[in-house]
């Protein structure tokens, strides 16, 4: 499959309104992706006492999660780039008593406020569908950064197949006249953009979320 991903023209103040304004049924639109998500989290294979990170954690339902994974000894730090998802997520972190083991802040992942090689684990899902194809490597250098050596990769997002029900070519036709229409996000490939950045045992399951959705799961891990 050649690696053909359309632009995304969408902005990032824009981006951060849609999902400002998505927030409340936000939950409801996604609950086809939650199975995704759930495999991703799956290959990221978190450990009790690893320190791991989500870029675009939206609601929060993943950082719970890892949060449970990590364990009293581990942490888990999250950014996203909607002040409304993360007043939500804070808000369900506060409920499930895991305060102490999450530490969520705004920001833009082409950016990271993190040090070099602290997280044993970048987790994103449902992100790099949104951010135009010559920041996709900019954003991958920023987790490859922030990753310690050995460190795991998994990137969940819409992406498409090969068949005529699964190539997304009207969807790509739709999305070019309306790309705020799906979320702003539109389908990548993304197994080449970790090679070329000499992850290593890099590998795409790719499957139907809700037997509709074409999605891959990426994965990757970081040099020694």
């Not at 050995?150 to 498409?160: I, T, Y």
């Given at each position: 499959m050649t690696n053909v991903v359309v632009s995304a023209p969408i902005t990032t103040k824009k981006v951060q309104r849609l999902y400002n304004f998505l927030s409340p049924i936000?939950?409801?639109l996604t609950r086809n992706e939650n199975f995704s998500k759930k495999k991703g989290l799956e290959v990221a294979d978190i450990k009790s006492g690893?320190?791991?990170l989500e870029v675009a954690f939206g609601t929060g339902q993943i950082?719970?999660?890892?949060?449970?994974?990590?364990?009293?000894?581990?942490?888990?730090?999250?950014?996203?780039i909607s002040p409304k998802m993360l007043d939500r997520s804070?808000?369900?972190?506060?409920?499930?008593?895991?305060?102490?083991?999450?530490?969520?802040?705004?920001?833009?992942?082409?950016k990271l406020p993190y040090t070099d090689e602290v997280f044993d684990v970048v987790f994103s899902s449902y992100?790099?569908?949104?951010?135009?194809t010559p920041d996709i490597s900019k954003v991958l250098v920023e987790f490859k950064r922030v990753l310690k050596r050995?460190?795991?990769?998994?990137?969940?997002?819409?992406?498409?197949g090969e068949s005529w029900y699964s190539n997304m070519k009207v969807y790509e036709w739709i999305y070019s006249k309306s790309p705020s229409l799906f979320g702003g996000c539109r389908p990548v490939l993304l197994r080449s953009f970790l090679e070329e950045l000499g992850f290593q045992n890099v590998k795409r399951k790719f499957l139907m979320a809700g037997r509709i959705i074409?999605?891959?799961?990426?994965?990757g891990d970081k040099p020694k």
């Open positions: 936000y939950d409801y690893f320190v791991a950082i719970i999660e890892s949060a449970l994974k990590v364990g009293k000894d581990g942490k888990v730090y999250g950014i996203d804070r808000k369900k972190v506060k409920k499930h008593a895991l305060t102490t083991r999450v530490d969520l802040q705004l920001g833009d992942a082409r992100m790099l569908d949104l951010i135009d050995k460190g795991r990769l998994v990137l969940v997002s819409l992406s498409k074409p999605v891959e799961i990426v994965w």
